[in-house]
Nanobody, 120 residues
Framework: QVQLVESGGDLVQVGGSLRLSCTASGIIFSFYTMGWYRQAPGKPREPVAS???????NYADSVKGRFTISRDTGKNTVYLEMNSLKPEDTAVYYC??????????????WGQGTQVTVSS
């Protein structure tokens, strides 16, 4: 059974920092691209950052220079370091694991989400 368990969400003031963690089980972590998505009330879920099995990273324009994604294969964990937080960063943040197998089969898994609230 695949599980992605997020933690680290909290209420923080504008300009503050948070680190989100997501620990995976039931998958071969090193084979998966790991990502963070977020969903604000009334808005669709959007990608925030991703990191491939080879540690190539990608960021949404809105978080470039403020957020850093990293992974620790030994701990099956992906992190999202968030700095200079803004009210518009307020959302539920979801962890995602994604892999396309040889032959084209794709597997994607989601965590349950963790709330980040940035207050002004």
């Amino acid at each position: 059974q695949v599980q992605l368990v997020e933690s680290g969400g909290d209420l923080v003031q504008v300009g503050g920092s948070l680190r989100l963690s997501c620990t995976a089980s039931g998958i071969i972590f090193s084979f998966y691209t790991m990502g963070w998505y977020r969903q604000a009330p009334g808005k669709p879920r959007e990608p925030v950052a991703s990191i491939t099995s080879g540690s190539v990273t990608n960021y949404a324009d809105s978080v470039k220079g403020r957020f850093t994604i990293s992974r620790d294969t030994g701990k099956n964990t992906v992190y999202l370091e968030m700095n200079s937080l803004k009210p518009e960063d307020t959302a539920v943040y979801y962890c995602n694991a994604d892999r396309t197998f040889l032959g084209g089969t794709r597997r994607t898994y989601w965590g349950q989400g963790t709330q980040v609230t940035v207050s002004s």
